[in-house]
């Protein structure tokens, strides 16, 4: 199992990103996708999912209106439209693949945002 994340950087309040994660090394269209993000002294969480077809997506509420997750499965490749980005948005991200009891974690990448 593999995944290639990018993405990430720095930029400033306001500012949009948009991070993806090609995976292989597994069926990824049978599995649902997350993206989740861990910031410097606080736990992991779950920033927003997606379902193995994409019909059913779902964010945490501190991401809802800016965030945008899709995929696509003929690319094996989940992403995470990033809008209107603020200082407390600065976390390492990660993405996530779960079907059943298999559970997949890619390496992270790094988001700043800072004037």
């Known amino acids: 199992v593999q995944f290639v994340e990018s993405g990430g950087g720095l930029v400033q309040p306001g500012d949009s990103l948009r991070l993806s994660c090609a995976a292989s090394?597994?069926?990824?269209?049978?599995?649902?996708m997350s993206w989740y993000r861990q910031a410097p002294g606080k736990e992991r969480e779950l920033v927003a999912f997606i379902s193995s077809t994409g019909d059913s997506t779902n964010y945490s509420d501190f991401v809802k209106g800016r965030f945008s997750i899709s995929r696509d499965n003929a690319k094996n490749t989940v992403y995470l439209q990033m809008n209107s980005l603020k200082p407390e948005d600065t976390a390492v991200y990660y993405c996530?693949?779960?079907?059943?009891?298999?559970?997949?974690w890619g390496q992270g990448t790094q988001v700043t945002v800072s004037s």
């Open positions: 090394g597994f069926t990824f269209s049978s599995y649902a």
């Open positions: 996530n693949a779960r079907w059943g009891f298999r559970n997949y």
